[in-house]
């Protein structure tokens, strides 16, 4: 996987649930963290439509569990895209 998706991902998401970008890592998971709930969860999928100005289907979004989990299925859409 991209280093720079992940690392944009983990920005993103750090700043979308105002998470120390130091304390967020690529296993975290959504109920890690008090912010990171089933809302924190949907304030992330628009967030990072935005930042990566892609569309995520809400079906895979509803199969992620991590930040990890998130930088893959935008990669595979990104890439997708360039084909």
Known sequence: MSKAIINRTLDCISSSLS?????LLPDSKIGDFPQWDSL????????????????????????????????RIIEKIINFENE
Do not use: C
């Open 19 to 23: 998470i120390s970008r130091m304390k």
């Open 40 to 71: 924190g969860h949907i304030n992330i999928y628009f967030a990072l439509q935005k930042e990566f100005d892609v569309h995520i289907p809400l079906t895979l979004a509803g199969n992620v569990k991590s930040v990890d989990d998130w930088a």
